[in-house]
Every structure is written in C-alpha cells, then in structure tokens.
C-alpha cells in the first residue's frame, strides 16, 4: 500500500506561480511512476504530468514548458511547479503514485486560477 498526501494549491491569479507537493509513504519502493492528474467538474481526470524511474517525463500538450515536475531521490514525495499558470489550469489536482498491480491517489488539492 502507498499513502499520498497533497499539498499547496490555492487561489492565484493568472501568470502566478504555484507548487503542489506530494508525500508518499508506505511501499514506496514498489513504486514505478509518480505522477499529477487534474480533473474539473463533469470532465474525466487528466494527465498534467508524469515521471517513471530512469526520470523520464510525460507533460500533457497544454503545460509543457510551463509545469515541472520532479521527485526526490527515495520516491517519498513529487513536486509540481507551476508557472505562468492560466484559468484554464483550475481543477482539483490528485498525486497518482503506480505500482505494478495499482494506482494509488492522493485526495485532491483544488487550484483555482483567476483572470
């Protein structure tokens, strides 16, 4: 089992930055890909970003550029900064932690973006 904890959204104007972090604990050796994922009301939950061991980077098309992500060294937590952010990146943002045989999610952190 891993436990995800989120951490640092809020409400920030557009072109502000925000940075979200992720504590994980419990088997976080097990884990393959550490990632975030937002989701806003009546539209499924979206990959923003990823990370897989060997530190490969998955960024969805809309925040290359201006998102990053990155993990420590021991899997125990995965930090996304935000930059030039946009209404359009609103959302309830969840840590996604994979292992082999699960996904564990985190319970949400609500960025609110204002023009």
């Known amino acids: 089992q891993v436990q995800l904890v989120e951490s640092g959204g809020g409400l920030v104007q557009a072109g502000d930055s925000l940075r979200l972090s992720c504590a994980a604990s419990?088997?976080?050796?097990?884990?393959?890909?550490m990632g975030w994922y937002r989701q806003v009301p009546g539209k499924q939950r979206e990959m923003v970003a990823q990370?897989?061991?060997?530190?490969?980077?998955t960024y969805a098309s809309s925040v290359k550029g201006r998102f990053t992500i990155s993990r420590d060294d021991a899997w125990n937590a995965v930090i996304l900064q935000m930059n030039s952010l946009k209404t359009e990146d609103t959302g309830n943002y969840y840590c996604l932690a994979r292992t082999l045989s699960h996904d564990f999610w985190g319970q949400g952190t609500q960025v609110t973006v204002s023009s």
């Open positions: 990370i897989r061991r060997g530190e490969a980077t």
């Open positions: 419990g088997s976080t050796f097990d884990i393959t890909v």
